[in-house]
């Protein structure tokens, strides 16, 4: 289940959801513009919950595509690369490329939240929710991973832009 571990890519994308009780609505892509972090906690089925961080540096292009690096540190495992190309396709929703998931990842939003769906190797199923925060600056993630429906890994954590 080496897979599970990458759980929370869709974290650091979600964050950026307007909300209505911001004092202005912050564009989900521009959000990511510079840097962000990640601080979260992983859970997976029969194991020990684990700290993920990951610092992530966002350039939004001339076609006003996100291209996003960050940098991941899970708890006890080595450091790694995770890539993100993320796109509007229409109002509230988005269409991405993340070097960690096998096909597109979809995103939209659904009230006050995005709702990121995405699949993993091993037929893995990842669905996250963020829920941005009322400074408009950070986000609350909590995802859940399937596998044959059940529920085999979870994610919590906030993404701050920095």
């Known amino acids: 289940m080496h897979a599970l571990r990458l759980a929370l890519p869709a ?3 979600l964050s950026a959801a307007p909300v209505a ?3 202005q609505p912050i564009d989900p892509l521009r959000f990511f513009e510079g840097r962000t972090e990640v601080e979260g906690t ?3 089925m029969f194991r020990k919950a684990y700290r993920t961080h990951s610092i992530g540096h966002g350039v939004i292009g001339r076609d006003g595509s996100l291209t ?3 940098e991941v540190k899970d708890e006890g495992k080595p450091l790694r690369e995770r890539r993100w190309n993320v ?3 229409g109002s509230g929703r988005f269409s991405a490329m993340m ?3 096998v096909g597109p990842v979809t995103i939209e939003r659904a ?3 995005y709702l990121f769906r995405y699949r993993m190797k091993g037929n893995l199923k990842v669905e996250q929710m963020l829920t941005p925060l009322a400074d408009g600056r950070s986000a609350s ?3 859940k991973v399937r596998r044959l429906g059940i529920v085999v890994a979870t994610t919590t954590g906030i993404i701050r832009k920095v």
């Open 99 to 101: 070097s960690e998931a």
């Open 21 to 23: 009780f911001a004092a």
């Open 42 to 44: 992983v859970k997976v």
């Open 111 to 113: 009230g006050d939240h």
């Open 68 to 70: 996003l690096v960050q």
């Open 141 to 143: 993630n909590t995802g």
């Open 11 to 13: 974290a650091v994308l």
């Open 87 to 89: 796109r509007s396709v």
